[in-house]
């Protein structure tokens, strides 16, 4: 498992909140009534929070369903969509250790996870929804920006194996990047783009991609790479 997977199974909950028997009855009162629970046997164990019973259904050695199959019957739901409508916040772990996404597209009634949970007053998963959302962003905001943001220079980027910088993978001999500086190879490091250190770098400016500035340009390229000046970023990006 990797440290993804690890972090959501290790989750507590940072509100206090659970199913609601309330809205628990009214939920399988449907399934039972319309005979779901037997129809979309993974759906019903969603929304009862039956954890055991998720792994059992979407083992390869078992019954191997879909952790993200949308239910045809009730709005096209996946199950996380499911649990999170009904409060089951570690039936929503286990869905995603499986492979299920928490940030999928909205079903045919306009609801994700995180609206169903706000809509429904389950706190606890609108948090976890949060903290997760906030965790992936910041573990991909780098690589976002390395990768994607430079690609008018014709210059693929990459995060430094120290996360310092970023260091150049590819160059496009016919690019921007190989005609204004020739001098240019695979390997060396960037630390600056459009003057500004990547050190220095708002978040709000990195997760909106730097190629959405007017000029994109590669400041200063380096051989090296100096820590000096990066700590600060890096760990407000949650590495260590």
Known sequence: MGERLAWVQAYRPRSKGGPRPDQQKVGQDMFTK???HQKWPLHWEAMRGNVQAIYTLCDWNSWAMDPNQPMLDYSYAEPIQIAALFGQLEAMKAL???????????????NTAESGA?????????LF?????LREMQKTAVQKVLLDSTQQLGCVLEPHPKKVGARIKEIDPYGQAAFKYPWLQPGFVVLFMNSTPISDMKMNTIMGGIAMLPQCELMVVSRRFNLSGFNTFYKSLGYK
Not at 96 to 110: E, K, R, S, V
Not at 129 to 133: C, E, K, Y
Request: overall charge negative.
């Open 34 to 36: 319309n005979g779901w």
């Open 96 to 110: 995603i250790i499986l492979g299920a996404n928490a940030f999928g597209p909205p079903n045919t009634q306009g």
């Open 118 to 126: 706000v809509m429904e007053r389950h706190h606890h998963v609108t």
């Open 129 to 133: 929804l949060v903290d997760f959302a």
